[in-house]
């Protein structure tokens, strides 16, 4: 029991019984005996104050002096003196609460302290400073006595810590309220605050009545996110003007004058806070825009590096933690029998990526028109090498074997789609009545069962076979010769069937040799322009980097999009709609190089290029903007990174 508590707490006792917060250091050890007498059989500890209670009290009145909450008052044991700050703290809070009744009461400060009292027991900081770190965070308890210091040399406020700040706060504003309730003052700041705003009597009005009549709702009307802000500095103003022009201060005078001061930190804290809540809704909101652009899906390393439209990372208006709060919450709230609004998925390499639910069904239908392409490219060539070799796959014959690859293929060539077809949100997603318009026409299962890979990517296998086949010579269609030259010709098992590179794996290393090669001839030439040309190169490519999926190709990418925005019907009405959209980024383009410097080429200036030429009329008069937008991106890396040398 013999703790740095327990002592405090009988500290607090003994002061508290004979009213002083100054306690003679004989007399405590007298009590403290009789004390430990009284009750050493409940807390046997107490035995160390049984005969000389000193050395074992000093001991834990140093620990109480270090946490600042005692002070001794002088070094001789005769006449020492204790000093319980915590009596002061006590009895301040009383203040406070008497001031909530009666705002006439003025605020305690270290007049109110008895005389002789060191000024060691007082913390003193700057108001503003103390009153913006307790309103983000405080903890209340006995263990200090603020002295907030104000502005023009008005008497410091002493603030227990048993008291909230908030309550501070309201008690100024009561005397603010009760000063503005007298006649002489209510008509004549009423004059001042209206002569200053011509031609908004009525809201002025409005709000001194809102303020002054209403006591109850003084510290809403504080911290509302409204143009009350303005008129709130107006107002503390005008009387924090007239009351420091006053040279015999009243007791009354300096009570307001300092509710003047506090109330003035509170709303400019209320008004930063708005602030900063507004600018990070406005980050949430084009975080949300930039989440409905495509690609539509984005790792949450991605979402880390969003920006507005000025180029401002994101991150920074809103932190990681709220970000997290914002994902975790969309991904985790929905209402009853409905699918959240973002959705997670995660790929076979387990990346996870988030998707806004209205875009699912959107993103599966492009992606399965690329990787129809891409697939069936990849199946009939390999098919025909398989049939030049004379040999055959169980895939051919069998429609099973079929789907089997073409779920293969389709993880291979198409990552993306292949882990949104086997999600477990897609068949939720077909019964979720707000999964978007394109939920109620699209169905990609038939009795609680995916559709087959072959019907998803409309392709036949006993086509495919025959357009292997077509691409075969012609005499392997004559049995006699094709007998013989498989006789002579087939290579042996082990050599077969070798491990293929995807088209997305050839396009990459065929770039990377492109890149050595433009760097050798920049060496070589050790010419301005011919090395600009290969900067701007180089640069293109970091670009492709972050704009392309390294699944797919810019190519690729270029036909997925253009088709999104490009909904001509007619094959020369479509190549033309397509064509003048070159042309006119070419022509751009083309002026801008002439005076972009080697750096300047990132994805933040591609990101301004395109924005800017989205604003020509042609283009604004064309459907899918964000398509559109990112298709003229896509184009001018594409021309950047083939720029002649």
């Known amino acids: 029991m013999a703790t740095t508590t327990s002592i405090i707490v009988l500290l607090k006792f003994f002061a508290s019984r004979q009213k002083s917060a100054i306690v003679d250091y004989k007399d405590f050890c007298e009590y403290l005996k009789r004390y430990s007498e009284h009750h050493l059989d409940e807390q046997p500890s107490l035995a160390c104050y049984l005969e000389d209670p000193v050395p074992a009290l000093q001991t834990e009145l140093d620990k109480l002096v270090d946490s600042r909450l005692i002070m001794l008052t002088n070094t001789n044991p005769e006449k020492q003196g204790i000093i319980v700050i915590p009596y002061y703290i006590e009895r301040f809070a009383e203040r406070y609460k008497d001031i909530s009744v009666n705002p006439s009461l003025p605020f305690p400060s270290e007049a109110d302290l008895p005389k002789g009292t060191p000024k060691g027991i007082v913390t003193q900081e700057n108001s503003a400073e103390l009153i913006g770190r307790l309103l983000k965070h405080q903890d209340l308890n006995d263990k200090v006595l603020y002295g907030l210091s104000l502005p023009h040399n008005a008497p410091s406020i002493l603030l227990p810590s048993t ?331 082990k050599n077969r069937n070798k491990t293929r590179k995807t088209k997305a794996e050839l396009y990459r290393e065929s770039e990377s040799a492109k890149r050595k090669e433009d760097e050798e001839t920049a060496m070589l030439a050790q010419n301005a322009t011919i090395s600009k040309k290969v900067a701007l190169r180089d640069a293109a490519r970091s670009a492709e980097q972050a704009y392309v999926p390294a699944s797919s190709t810019l190519d690729r990418e270029l036909d997925s999009y253009e088709h999104i925005w490009n909904k001509r019907l007619g094959k020369d009405v479509h190549n033309n709609l397509t064509e003048d959209v070159n042309s006119l980024i070419r022509d751009y383009i083309r002026k801008t190089l002439r005076t972009m410097k080697t750096d300047g080429f990132t994805t933040k200036r591609i990101q301004s290029l395109a924005e800017s030429l989205m604003t ?16 003229i991106k896509l184009y001018m890396v594409k021309l950047v990174k083939n720029i002649p040398m």
Not at 616 to 631: N, R, T, V, W
């Open 163 to 493: 008291v909230s700040v908030v309550t501070l706060i309201e008690d100024a504003v009561g005397k603010i309220q009760n000063m503005l309730k007298k006649e002489e003052h209510h008509d004549y700041f009423l004059k001042k605050l209206t002569v200053s705003n011509p031609g908004r009597e009525m809201i002025v009005k409005n709000f001194f009545n809102a303020f002054v009549d209403r006591p109850d709702h003084s510290l809403e009307t504080l911290s509302q996110t409204t143009e009350s802000f303005y008129l709130w500095n107006q107002l503390c103003f005008f009387i924090k003007q007239d009351y420091e022009k006053i040279k015999d201060y009243t007791q009354e005078d300096l009570s307001c004058l300092q509710a003047v001061y506090i109330t003035e930190v509170g709303a400019n804290y209320f008004k930063n806070e708005a602030q900063e809540k507004a600018k990070r809704e406005g980050a949430i909101k084009t975080l949300e825009g930039l989440l409905l652009k495509p690609p539509y899906y984005f790792t949450f390393e991605e979402i880390t590096k969003f920006t507005d439209n000025k180029g401002v990372p994101l991150l920074g208006q809103y932190t990681e933690e709220e970000l997290k709060d914002y994902l975790h919450k969309k991904t985790q709230e929905a209402p009853v029998q409905e699918l959240p609004e973002i959705l997670v998925f995660k790929t076979y390499d387990d990346k996870r990526y988030f998707i806004f639910k209205s875009k699912v069904l959107h993103l599966i239908l492009r992606l399965c028109t690329d990787a129809r392409i891409s697939v069936l490219d990849a199946i009939k060539t390999h098919w025909s090498e398989v049939l030049k070799q004379f040999d055959f796959l169980p895939e051919m014959k069998d429609q099973g074997a079929f789907e089997d690859r073409l779920e293969k293929e389709i993880r291979i060539q198409s990552p993306i789609l292949s882990a949104l077809l086997h999600s477990s949100f897609l068949p939720l997603l077909s019964y979720d009545a707000s999964g978007g318009d394109d939920t109620s026409k699209v169905s990609l299962f038939v009795n609680g069962q995916l559709l087959p890979y072959s019907d998803i990517l409309l392709m036949s296998r006993q086509e495919l076979l025959n357009d292997a086949k077509i691409m075969l010579p012609f005499w392997y269609s004559l049995p006699i010769i094709s007998w013989i030259a498989k006789m002579l010709l087939r290579p042996p098992k």
């Open 616 to 631: 020509a009329p042609s283009l604004q008069k064309i459907g899918e903007h964000d398509a559109l937008l990112m298709y």
